[in-house]
C-alpha cells in the first residue's frame, strides 16, 4: 500500500456515525467528512482524540469529477502519526466551506491562501482576504481551468521544444502591459479601487483610550523595502504610541504560483524548483519532495544513499541555523560582525554541497529511491575534518560570543513571547515550537527515512522568547553535528540508487504526504498522482510561511522596535513563505 | 539579567580581538604566501582557516570542485581527420527533462526520404533561463550533453547559445571532468564491447 495509515485502525466512524466515512478511492487515505458538521468534528478531534496540531490545511480541483475538496493533516504534539480528513464540496464559485480558524487558529493563513488559489470561501473566517495574490486579481489561479495569459500547454514537455524547436525567446511574446487579464469591468486606467483598504479595514481593531485620552492609532508600514524583513516582507502595524495594537504580514511580493509550476512539471522536474523554496536549506526541500513521491511509487532508498541524505539535511540544518543566527543578530543591531563569524562556517559547509551536488545552494541533489551521485573522492575525509575539528569548537566560540552579551540579554529575555498554548494553537513549527516548550520534533514524533538509528536530543526551552529561539538554534546545531558524527561513523558502502535513473517516473496514482523536520519547521509536501506524468496536485506546507500566523499574536503589545526582532528570531525566507 | 556588569560584553569583546589578532599572526606564518598562490587559498577554505577568509575575486578565484555545474555544451569527439562529430543524436531527452524548457532542438531529416536522421539540425540553450540544474547531463543517454564549468557569462546581450557555441571537443571536458569522464568512456566501451559480441 501506498500510504500505510495506522489510524484506519481506530474506528473513527463508529465514533462519529453519520459524520465521516472513510476515503475509498485507491491510494488514498483518511476520512471524508460531512460538511456540515465539520465544526463539530473538529473541536471533538482536538479535545478528545487529542489531535491538537493543525499540521496542513489545503484544498485540491477535481475538475473532471466538478468537485473542490479541502484536505486537513491534523497531528498530536505528543507524537506519533496524524491524521488526513476531507471534505468535498461542488464546484462553484465561490465554494463555501465552515473556517476551522475558531477551533485551529493556525488554519488563518492557510485558508486565506486557499480563498486566493482556489476561490474557496471560509465562511466564519475572521480576516478573509488574498494573500499572495493582490486584491483585484482575475480568478483563483490554482483551478485548474485558470490560465495564465501566453498559456502554451497543460504539461511539460512542452511540444514546441523538440523535435521541431527553433527558439523563440519568451520576452518576444511577452510584452510589457500585454501580459496580463483583469476581472470582467476592471479598467486600470480609471481605477478608484483602492488595493490596501481592505488590508487597512482588517487591522483597525480601535477600541476607546481606557483613560479618556485622545490618542490616534497610526498605520506604519515596515517594508517591502526594508532590510530587516529579510527579503520583500512588508508589516502593516496598528501603533498605539510606540506599543503595537495589531499587526498584520502582508506578502506575495515574490510569488511564482510554485504550485501550479509544479503541477505542469513532470515529478523529477519539480526536485530543482524545490530547491527554490527554502534556498538556504535545499537539501531538506528535497528531502521532503522524495520522501512524499517515494511513499506513492513505494520505493525504499538504499541505505548508503540513507546515510547519505541525513548527513547533508544535518549541514542543511547547521548551514540554515548559522545563517539565522547571524541574521537575527543583524536585526538586533550587531552589524555584520556575528553575521560573518556565521558565515565563515556556513560558507565550508556549502563548500561540501558544492563538491556534492555542484552547486553551494541550489543543490538539486536528492533522487526518487536515493540520491543523484555518489560522494566524490576527497568529501568524506573533508565532513570529518569539520565535523569532528572544526565545528563543534567554532559554535562554542561564537556561543561565548554572543550569549552572555548583555545587550543581546536584555532585548531577547522576555520579549516577543510565545506561550505553549499559543504555539501549538497557531501551528507554529520547528525551534519556534520548541521554543516555547513543546517538544515536538518530526525526527522523533514520526521518524521519516532513518532518524530512528541516531542518538540525539529533542532541543526544547520554555520561555518562549526571542532569546530562547535563538538559544534553540545553538543548541539544534550541537545536536546535528552529533547525528553528522554517527552517520559518518555508520556509513555502509554500497549502491546510491535503488532505481534505475529514468527521466521520466511512473508514479501510481494516490495521495501522499511526506515530511521532514526542516531547518524551519515541518516541511511537507502534499503530493496527489492521477498517474500521469505530472502530479495533479502538489503543494507544500511551508513552515516560513505557517510560523507567520503567530507572528501578530506575539507583536501585540510589544514595542514596535521589537518588531523587527521578532521577525528574526521567527526565521523566515521570503522564497518559501511567497512561492 | 543585568548582573553580570558587561562582563559578556568584554568576553565577546576577547573573541573579536583574538580573531583581530589571527589575521595577522596567520600573515606572519605564511609571510605573504596567503594570498594569491593556490596553496594560501585552499588553506583559506581548509578546516585549519583563521583570519579574513574572503578570496579577492577576480584576481584570485577558487577553484570549482569536479562536479560543479553550469550551463550545459555539446561534447564532439575529435576525429583523426580534424572532424568534430557530436555525441548528440537530438533524441531530445534533455529537452523533455528540462524543467524550465530552455533546450529547444530541431532534428534533421534525409533530404531525400524525409525521414529523421540522428543528428541535431539546430540545437539552442537559452542561457538565461536555464537554471543549471544539471538533469539534461544526467540523463543523456550519449554522453553528449554536460555541464560546463565556466561561471563568468556576463555579457551585453542576452546568453542564448546556438549549436557552434555550445560545441566543445571531449578532450575540453575530460580536462574539467577526469573522474566522470574516465567512468563513462569505461562504461560506453563496455557497452560498445557487449554489442559486438552480441552481433557476433
Known amino acids: 500500500m501506498a500510504n500505510p495509515a495506522p489510524v484506519q485502525t481506530l474506528d473513527l466512524s463508529a465514533r462519529f456515525p453519520g459524520v465521516l466515512s472513510p476515503d475509498t478511492r485507491p491510494g488514498y487515505s483518511g476520512w471524508m467528512v460531512e460538511n456540515a458538521r465539520l465544526l463539530e468534528f473538529a473541536a471533538a478531534l482536538r479535545d478528545d482524540l487529542g489531535y491538537d496540531y493543525l499540521s496542513s490545511v489545503t484544498a485540491v480541483d477535481y475538475l473532471p469529477e466538478g468537485k473542490m475538496e479541502v484536505v486537513y493533516h491534523v497531528y498530536k504534539t505528543t507524537g506519533g502519526p496524524g491524521l488526513v480528513f476531507k471534505i ?141 524583513t529579510h527579503g520583500v516582507f512588508r508589516v502593516a502595524v496598528v501603533l498605539d504610541g510606540e506599543k503595537i495594537v495589531n499587526l498584520k504580514p502582508v506578502m506575495g511580493y515574490l510569488h511564482r504560483n510554485h504550485e501550479k509550476i509544479g503541477e505542469r512539471n513532470t515529478f523529477i522536474m519539480n526536485m530543482p524548483y524545490t530547491d527554490r523554496l527554502d534556498y538556504l536549506s535545499s537539501m531538506s526541500n528535497n528531502f521532503g519532495y522524495a520522501l512524499a513521491v517515494e511513499k506513492l511509487m513505494n520505493v525504499k532508498p538504499t541505505e548508503r544513499a540513507e546515510y547519505i541524505r541525513v548527513m547533508m539535511a544535518e549541514m542543511t540544518r547547521i548551514a540554515n541555523h548559522l545563517m539565522a543566527i547571524g541574521a537575527l543578530l543583524n536585526d538586533l543591531g550587531a552589524f555584520f560582525t556575528p553575521m560573518l563569524y556565521a558565515l565563515e562556517e556556513r560558507e565550508l559547509l556549502l563548500d561540501i554541497f558544492e563538491a556534492v551536488s555542484g552547486s553551494r545552494m541550489m543543490c538539486n541533489y536528492f533522487r526518487f529511491g536515493g540520491v543523484a551521485r555518489d560522494l566524490p573522492e576527497g568529501v568524506l575525509p573533508k565532513i570529518k575534518d569539520l565535523f569532528f575539528e572544526r565545528l563543534p569548537r567554532k559554535i562554542e566560540e561564537i556561543d561565548r560570543f554572543l550569549s552572555g552579551n548583555e545587550i543581546i540579554r536584555s532585548r531577547g529575555i522576555g520579549q516577543g513571547v510565545l506561550t505553549a498554548e499559543d504555539a501549538i494553537k497557531y501551528s507554529a513549527a520547528g525551534p519556534l515550537l520548541r521554543a516555547s ?58 549502491p546510491v540508487m535503488a532505481l534505475k535513473p529514468m527521466y521520466q517516473v511512473r508514479v501510481p496514482p494516490g495521495e501522499a504526504y511526506g515530511r521532514v523536520e526542516g531547518p524551519k519547521g515541518e516541511l511537507g509536501f502534499y503530493v496527489i498522482s492521477n498517474g500521469k506524468p505530472t502530479p495533479w496536485r502538489y503543494h507544500v506546507r511551508a513552515p516560513s510561511f505557517i510560523n507567520l500566523t503567530s507572528f501578530g499574536p506575539i507583536c501585540i503589545g510589544q514595542k514596535v522596535a521589537d518588531v523587527v526582532a521578532v521577525l528574526g528570531s521567527i526565521d523566515i525566507v521570503l522564497g518559501e513563505v511567497d512561492r | 539579567m543585568h548582573d553580570m556588569y558587561g562582563k559578556g560584553i568584554l568576553k565577546g569583546l576577547g573573541v573579536s580581538l583574538k580573531r583581530f589578532a589571527e589575521t595577522y599572526l596567520d600573515d606572519l606564518v605564511w609571510l605573504g604566501k596567503r594570498y594569491r598562490t593556490d596553496k594560501g587559498i585552499s588553506h583559506r577554505l581548509s578546516k585549519d582557516a583563521r583570519g579574513i577568509f574572503t578570496v579577492q575575486y577576480p584576481e584570485e578565484k ?57 543528428d541535431p539540425a539546430k540545437f539552442f540553450v537559452d542561457g538565461d533561463i536555464c537554471m543549471n540544474c544539471g538533469l539534461c547531463a544526467e540523463f543523456c543517454p550519449f554522453d553528449a550533453i554536460k555541464m560546463d564549468h565556466d561561471y563568468e557569462l556576463a555579457s551585453f546581450t542576452r546568453n542564448v547559445y546556438d549549436i557552434t557555441m555550445l560545441s566543445k571537443s571531449a578532450g575540453y571536458y575530460e580536462s574539467i571532468r577526469p573522474a566522470n569522464a574516465k567512468r563513462e568512456d569505461a562504461a560506453r566501451a563496455a557497452k560498445a564491447a557487449t554489442r559486438i559480441g552480441q552481433a557476433e
Not at chain 1, 479598467?187 to 490616534?216: C, H, I, M, V, W
Not at chain 1, 517594508?223 to 530587516?228: I, K
Not at chain 1, 530512528?452 to 518562549?464: A, C, I, L, P, S
Not at chain 2, 527533462?97 to 532542438?105: A, E, G, L, R, Y
Open chain 1, 88 to 228: 468535498q464540496v461542488p464546484r462553484a464559485d465561490p465554494v463555501e466551506v465552515p473556517s476551522l480558524v475558531s477551533i485551529y487558529p493556525g488554519a488563518e493563513l492557510q485558508e486565506r491562501e486557499a480563498w486566493d488559489l482556489f476561490g474557496i470561501k471560509f465562511t466564519g473566517h475572521p480576516d478573509l482576504r488574498r494573500i499572495l495574490m493582490w486584491e483585484g486579481f482575475a480568478g483563483h489561479p490554482m483551478r485548474k481551468d485558470w490560465h495564465e495569459p501566453y498559456f502554451e500547454e497543460e504539461a511539460k514537455p512542452l511540444k514546441s521544444r523538440w523535435p521541431d524547436g527553433t527558439l523563440i525567446m519568451a520576452e518576444s511574446k511577452n510584452q510589457y502591459g500585454d501580459n496580463i487579464a483583469y476581472p470582467k469591468g476592471f479598467n486600470p486606467e480609471s481605477q478608484t479601487f483602492d488595493p490596501e483598504k481592505a488590508l487597512y479595514a482588517a487591522l483597525r481593531t480601535y477600541q476607546k483610550d481606557e483613560l479618556g485620552l485622545d490618542t490616534d492609532h497610526i498605520i506604519v508600514n515596515i517594508g517591502p523595502q526594508h532590510p530587516s
Open chain 1, 437 to 494: 516548550g513543546i517538544p515536538y520534533d518530526v525526527r522523533r514524533a514520526d521518524p521519516y527515512s532513518i532518524y530512528d538509528r541516531f542518538e540525539f536530543d529533542v532541543v526544547v526551552r520554555t520561555n518562549g522568547d526571542i532569546y530562547d529561539r535563538l538559544m534553540v538554534r545553538f543548541d539544534e546545531i550541537r545536536q546535528s553535528i552529533r547525528i553528522v558524527q554517527q552517520a559518518v561513523k555508520q556509513l555502509p558502502d554500497g
Open chain 2, 62 to 118: 577558487i577553484p570549482v570542485p569536479e562536479e560543479f555545474r553550469f550551463v550545459p555544451f555539446l561534447v564532439y569527439d575529435e576525429g583523426p581527420n580534424g572532424e568534430k562529430p557530436l555525441r548528440c543524436t537530438s533524441c531530445g531527452i534533455c529537452a523533455k527533462v528540462c524543467p524550465p524548457q530552455c533546450i529547444w532542438i530541431v532534428r534533421s531529416t534525409d533530404p531525400v526520404t524525409g525521414r529523421p536522421i540522428p
